[in-house]
């Protein structure tokens, strides 16, 4: 209860009282994606049903930019299964996301590992925010992913800083790790110079086929002390409640955000994985008092692909 005390106080200290921010995202290219992180349902790796497709073209994607501007929005996020986008790849990006910015959108991109040469090209076409997640503490990152190292993960977050874009970067509670792992994730978010403008986190959505579908379920208050302790430390940042939401339910929602969450994904799908419907979310807002305000951004379970 000191904790939620704490993580309340510097969350009046820093924020308009019941400012929820509401964020979508679309995912441009779905599947087949190389890596092997452990809870998702896009690695070509794992048997979880999701089809590989190819990138959407500009007119798919504007179209679906300007519905999302239509229903409110002001940023628009794109999510892609890469390991690490190819020259050409960014290129095709680039031109989404001038498209997309010229909607009198922001924009914010998905993308998996940048090289600095690939920001700065992003950076140019427009792009506004790159979500790309440190997923968990370095210590239990290889129990989660093999196919690439956490340095690796730090290097993009320098390149797209580097690059003048804004970060956006959380991780996963509830792949089997310990309390001091999700603190050393936190740690690790905290003490990034500086601290990303967005933080999602995400509870794990276990994903049949995929090697972390048995993973025992958090505690829902363990997920509440990590988004309290989010709060404490990034006391600026956007604090999201992503993946996961449909299983915590509306009361342990109304602690997350009482914990300084400000941000929720919105809408009835996140890149692959099901989310409250928008119905339920509208009610579950209103309910608590709380103000939604849209804005498309990123993120689904971790990555950044
Ligand atoms: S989380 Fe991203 S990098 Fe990892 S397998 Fe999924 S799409 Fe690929």
């Not at 002390?225 to 009361?251: E, F, H, Y």
Request: proline fraction near 5%; charged fraction near 20%; hydrophobic fraction near 40%.
């Amino acid at each position: 209860m000191e904790l939620l005390w704490r993580a309340q106080a510097t969350h009046r200290a820093h924020w308009p009282q019941g400012d929820i921010e509401l964020a979508t995202l679309l995912s441009v290219k779905t599947g087949g994606c190389p890596e092997n992180c452990g809870y998702c349902p896009q690695s070509a790796e794992f048997d979880t049903g999701v089809k590989a497709e190819k990138l959407m073209n500009v007119q798919e994607v504007t179209q679906a930019a300007q519905a999302a501007k239509d229903a409110g929005a002001t940023r628009f996020c794109m999510g892609a299964a890469w390991r690490a986008p190819k020259d050409r790849d960014i290129e095709k990006m680039s031109e989404l996301i001038t498209a997309v910015k010229d909607l009198g959108l922001q924009t914010c991109a998905t993308l998996g590992m940048l090289q600095s040469h690939q920001a700065l090209a992003l950076k140019d076409a427009g792009l506004d925010y790159y979500n790309h997640n440190l997923d968990t503490a370095p210590e239990y990152y290889s129990d989660v992913v093999s196919s690439r190292q956490y340095q690796d993960r730090l290097d993009t977050l320098r390149h797209v800083r580097d690059a003048g874009i804004n970060v956006c970067c959380g991780g996963i509670v509830g792949m089997g790790e310990a309390p001091v792992h999700r603190a050393g994730l936190i740690a690790q978010l905290a003490n990034l110079s500086p601290y990303p403008e967005s933080v999602p986190i995400n509870s794990l959505v276990r994903v049949p086929g995929t090697p972390l579908a048995d993973s025992e379920p958090v505690d829902p208050l363990d997920f509440v002390r990590v988004i309290a302790v989010a709060r404490i430390t990034m006391p600026k940042a956007r604090v999201r409640l992503s993946a996961g939401r449909q299983q915590l339910g509306d009361a342990v929602q109304a602690l997350c955000f009482l914990a300084g969450a400000n941000s929720i994904f919105y809408g009835d799908k996140l890149l692959v994985t099901g989310n409250p419907d928008v119905e339920a979310d509208t009610q579950l807002l209103a309910k608590l008092g709380l103000k939604g305000t849209p804005n498309q951004t990123t993120t689904e379970t971790a990555c950044g692909a």
